[in-house]
């Protein structure tokens, strides 16, 4: 049964007026049915076809008020709070960015790290309007550009080829973790334990993710991206029926604790001896931060020393503000860290969507663990490594993923009234 033009014509401006663009097609198609379904029911009752069809459009109402019932569904909700703390961590960036320019007395060095925020807010604003979905239909795509990021990161290191890279400030590892992340949370979001295939596929992607990681010789984030993966599999096992499947449960989590240990017990032996002998520079910033004033500069004289560790290695850059305007800085970061973490455990609890969750989970641990383990490695209480603390770091260009990681999450939460496109049969409904 067709309908006739003035039908369409209908259709098509409720469908234009709709702000969120992925829902237009299927609204029209079930806003199609309704007409054809009320159509039919006036035939049967003895009316003609085009009064019928009339009648049909009348009892959907006005399309202007139809439009307006889904925008109001499908409207994004900002979470300003976050947006404030997301401004808050690339303040104290530009900061440490200007204070060490200052110290190398270069402006160029300043125009390059502005231009990373730059592009990062750029990259940030596009993906938050985005429909973050969409990642789901090419995960294995972003798992595929990972590895190969990750593989170009291990040629480079094996080659001796870096300099590119660190006069630069970017990090691969960093960017095929972040990578990783997003593929894991879909290759989760996806699995079905009574498909045997599908099983296969992730724990095989999982497996060769780690190795790839394993091989780029930076432990700190392969402690990070397991920690993430045992996360994610026990929030993922949580959902299926536990009875059921609770046998996979245990076995899953031991066998990624299993490969934790082992690593840090054999393969980077390095890790437990550094535990009990903490290395010189490491002891040398905890000096300096034990020396430091609560406000203003530290009156410690700076050395050739102090100076490389804190040009060369931005794991320290934490401690460096520290010595420049004093331990109240350093409590208000831990502060804004410790309130980003409890916003991305709010928005977690907010958003519905399956897929949401685990990449709220999956992105808001990547920022949280690398802060807790640079953290307390500064403090004495771990010495297993150092890692950059995420936005305080003048590594600069590593600020584009960790400000892409707040924007998704931001996103998310944003779109946490967004009805599952099997429940836009309800939203017509409660439109019309």
């Not at 990090?171 to 079905?192: A, G, K, V």
Request: charge should be positive.
């Amino acid at each position: 049964m067709n309908i006739s033009k003035d039908s369409q014509e209908f259709l098509e401006n409720i469908c234009d007026n709709i702000k969120y663009s992925p829902i237009r097609e299927s609204v029209k198609n079930e806003l199609y049915e309704h007409i054809l379904e009320g159509k039919k029911n006036y035939i049967d009752m003895g009316v003609n076809n085009e009064e019928a069809e009339k009648l049909a459009l009348e009892d959907l109402g006005a399309p202007n008020e139809i439009s307006k019932s889904f925008n109001k569904v499908y409207k994004r909700k900002l979470d300003w709070k976050m947006l404030i703390i997301f401004i808050l961590l690339t303040l104290i960036n530009i900061l440490l960015v200007t204070s060490v320019a200052s110290e190398v007395g270069s402006k160029q060095y300043i125009y390059r790290n502005i231009a990373y925020i730059i592009i990062g807010f750029i990259i940030s604003i596009l993906l938050y309007f985005s429909n973050y979905k969409k990642m789901q239909k090419i995960y294995i795509g972003i798992w595929i550009l990972g590895v190969l990021i990750n593989i170009s990161n291990i040629y480079l290191y094996n080659n001796d080829k870096f300099d590119v890279l660190n006069n630069l400030h970017i990090n691969l590892n960093l960017i095929s973790t972040f990578l990783y992340i997003i593929s894991f949370s879909s290759f989760m979001n996806n699995l079905n334990i009574n498909d045997k295939k599908n099983l296969v596929i992730c724990t095989t992607f999982t497996a060769l993710s780690i190795l790839l990681i394993y091989l780029s010789n930076d432990s700190m984030l392969l402690i990070t991206t397991l920690i993430i993966y045992m996360i994610l599999s026990i929030i993922k096992i949580s959902t299926l029926d536990i009875k059921k499947y609770k046998k996979f449960v245990i076995p899953i989590i031991l066998v990624i604790l299993t490969i934790t240990i082992l690593n840090v017990a054999f393969a980077k032996p390095h890790l437990l001896l550094r535990m009990l002998n903490p290395d010189l520079e490491l002891s040398y910033m905890q000096d300096r931060l034990n020396n430091s004033k609560i406000i203003g500069t530290s009156d410690m004289e700076k050395n050739i020393d102090t100076n490389y560790y804190y040009m060369n290695f931005s794991n320290y850059s934490f401690v460096y503000l520290i010595e420049q305007y004093g331990k109240i800085l350093g409590i208000f970061i831990v502060i804004v860290f410790t309130l980003l973490a409890i916003k991305i455990i709010f928005s977690y609890k907010a958003v519905k969507d399956g897929y949401g969750k685990l990449l709220i989970i999956g992105l808001g641990s990547f920022i949280f663990i690398q802060s807790i383990l640079n953290l307390f490695t500064i403090l004495g209480i771990i010495n297993i490594g150092i890692t950059n603390m995420p936005f305080i770091t003048h590594d600069s260009a590593n600020i584009i993923i960790y400000m892409i990681s707040i924007a998704l999450i931001l996103s998310i939460y944003g779109q946490k009234n967004f009805y599952e496109a099997d429940k836009l049969k309800y939203n017509c409904k409660q439109a019309v």
